[in-house]
């Protein structure tokens, strides 16, 4: 009798969910639930990741960064010198751009990734970007951060906030898997991404920038060094009021709202103002 060999095929059945894994979502998930565990506040809803062409990038950042100052406030900063003459906005947006690979946009409520960004850093600017994502679910951060109602000031203070938790966290998650890096070297590395992108920014921007990561990031971590972490979001929700207070956490502040500046005079002299702000310390 003639032999027949005999073929066996084998078929490796796999779930859609292995075929089709993505490591950035895997990724992601990973970090939302540490950064919700630390923070103990809950994931109300998912928090998907995009990966962004090099070329959409800058649009899709300037979404996510916000409102940009209105032509009238604009114009009274120039008035004022607080604005270069001539300042070009659109290319301060696009070197911003060149500076950031990794950012949560609030008004699609997805984390942002450039397509050409590195996976180490990217797994580094994680755990910032999440927890603005959650914060963002907690506070609502497009009208917490711009609510009309705001002076300059307490948009900083603010702003500090969110950055400070978020840079503050990524510290602490980097502590708890022994990959940890000084504040002093966390900034250093935030400072040389955004250089380029700040060069030639008023100085008063530059200022804020550097408040906003820096005593933003020492404020949050003052409150947690005895406290736990839980407590964090109850302590911001309100928020300090003013930069002050973020600059001098050690002392004791009265509740009682910045004085008015001289208004009188400007009637006395004929003048009408056309707009109110408070300047804080900063």
């Not at 998930?29 to 565990?37: E, G, N, Q, T």
Request: aromatic share 4%; no cysteine; net charge positive.
């Amino acid at each position: 009798m003639r032999g027949h060999p005999l073929a066996l095929a084998l078929v490796l059945v796999l779930p859609a969910s292995a075929v089709n894994a993505d490591p950035l979502a895997e990724r992601t998930l990973d970090v939302v639930r540490r950064v919700s565990r630390l923070h103990g506040i809950p994931v109300r809803r998912p928090i998907p990741a995009q990966r962004v062409s090099v070329d959409a990038w800058p649009g899709r950042l300037a979404a996510a960064l916000g409102a940009r100052p209105g032509k009238e406030r604009l114009s009274l900063w120039t008035r004022l010198g607080l604005v270069p003459e001539g300042l070009d906005l659109a290319a301060l947006v696009r070197r911003l751009a060149q500076a950031t690979m990794v950012r949560y946009d609030p008004t699609t409520r997805r984390l942002l990734v450039r397509a050409d960004a590195p996976e180490d850093l990217v797994a580094r600017l994680l755990p910032a970007e999440v927890t603005r994502a959650l914060l963002d679910q907690q506070l609502e951060l497009g009208k917490w951060l711009d609510a009309p109602a705001l002076s300059s000031d307490e948009r900083l203070v603010r702003r500090a906030m969110v950055d400070g938790d978020a840079l503050a966290t990524a510290l602490e998650l980097g502590r708890l898997d022994d990959t940890v890096v000084s504040p002093a070297e966390a900034l250093g590395r935030e400072g040389a991404r955004a250089a380029p992108a700040l060069e030639g920014a008023p100085r008063w921007l530059r200022a804020g920038a550097a408040f906003s990561q820096g005593a933003g990031a020492a404020y949050v971590r003052g409150l947690v060094r005895t406290r736990p972490w839980a407590s964090l979001l109850p302590r911001l929700r309100p928020p300090p009021a003013s930069t002050a207070e973020v600059l001098h956490p050690d002392r004791a502040f009265s509740p009682r709202r910045p004085q008015p500046g001289p208004i009188e005079a400007l009637s006395a002299a004929g003048l009408a103002p056309r707009g109110e702000d408070t300047l804080g310390e900063l």
